[in-house]
Every structure is written in C-alpha cells, then in structure tokens.
Nanobody, 122 residues
Framework: VQLQASGGGLVQTGGSLRLSCAVS????????IAWFRQAPGKEREFVAA???????????DYADSVKGRFIISRDNAKNTVYLHMNSLKDEDTAVYYC?????????????WGQGTQVTVSS
C-alpha cells in the first residue's frame, strides 16, 4: 500500500483547506485510512479516521480537538481520502500525514505517506 498526501498550504485563521490522500495497492477498499498530524516540538497525534465496517460501509472517528470542524471522506472510485478542514485555528498548524492499516483489531497503522504542511496564521 502506498499513500501520497497533498493539499497543504498557508491559510488564515478561520479559513478552510482540503487535504487529499491518494491510496494505491491491493484491496485498499477494506483498509482503515487515517490522518495524523505533528506540530513542532510535539508528538504525532491522531486527527481522524475512516474505519472499514464491511462492504462499502465505513465509519468516521475524530479527535475531540477537531470534532465539528473537520470531516473525513473517501472516494473509492478515485482511491482518495480527503480531510476537509474548516474553522481552522492557529493550533491546527502541523505536518499532516495519512496512514493505512488492514482492519485487524488492535493493529497499528503501518503504511504512511509523506507529510503535507498546513500553516494557519492570522
């Protein structure tokens, strides 16, 4: 499985940005796909995930810090997962990474894309 994140940039506080994660590989439709971020001097943290629930059903999971502001979505026809980020705050500034794993309970994310920088500034 290979992942490539894109869409980062500089945005004003309160603005919006959409990140994309292009996913390639076998059986990727059943993989859980997530977004993580790492701010300078901080540990990497979970942002959002789409977890496979069978068939073409997925359920979304969000960190408390982004609930109500970020939306994760998936277009299987384009093999792309999106992170729609709204009402951006300065503290959302970070390098954002997309990651994938097979839907095995307890399994860690083991496929990672390169990061894309998001900078939020007033």
């Amino acid at each position: 499985v290979q992942l490539q994140a894109s869409g980062g940039g500089l945005v004003q506080t309160g603005g919006s940005l959409r990140l994309s994660c292009a996913v390639s590989g076998r059986n990727i439709g059943i993989y859980d796909i997530a977004w993580f971020r790492q701010a300078p001097g901080k540990e990497r943290e979970f942002v959002a995930a789409l977890r496979w629930a069978g068939g073409v059903t997925y359920y979304a999971d969000y960190a408390d810090s982004v609930k109500g502001r970020f939306i994760i979505s998936r277009d299987n026809a384009k093999n792309t997962v999106y992170l729609h980020m709204n009402s951006l705050k300065d503290e959302d500034t970070a390098v954002y990474y997309c990651a994938a794993k097979s839907p095995t309970p307890g399994k860690e994310y083991d496929y990672w894309g390169q990061g894309t920088q998001v900078t939020v500034s007033s």
